[in-house]
């Protein structure tokens, strides 16, 4: 079992995940919202994912279908991790918010169709 920590940019939003795969695959997202945020992310079973402090300054962004629910920081407006559209199951990770994970030293990252139906298409957004 790994277990990784993490949090938002001014520490008030921490979580902890315990999982045995590891926080993958990696990628980035073109709908309407991740193509303006960029962040890359990892995915893990949501039951893995427990916020260990500041669940008061959590906030909740939905659009559209309402389906995909996006959290971030009160306070420094930093998106933590969201609940995938049509993934219920599984939670994804912002994962420059992971303790110790260098995001820039994984080169080119998939770039899922969220614009659609999510898939991995290859490439970056166009």
Not at 80 to 89: A, K, P
């Amino acid at each position: 079992m790994s277990k990784y920590t993490g949090s938002c940019h001014c520490g008030g939003v921490r979580f902890a995940i315990e999982t045995e795969a590891p926080l993958g695959p990696y990628f980035r997202c073109n709908c309407s919202l991740c193509s303006r945020k960029s962040a890359v992310m990892g995915a893990a079973p949501r039951a893995a994912l427990r916020i260990t402090a500041g669940e008061e300054l959590i906030s909740t962004y939905t659009w559209n279908t309402g389906e995909a629910q996006h959290y971030f920081c009160k306070r420094c407006g930093i998106y933590t991790h969201h609940v995938m559209r049509g993934e219920t199951q599984t939670v994804g990770l912002n994962m420059a918010c992971i303790d110790g994970f260098d995001v820039f030293s994984l080169g080119d990252v998939p770039v899922g169709n969220g614009r659609q139906e999510w898939s991995v298409v290859e490439g970056r957004a166009s």
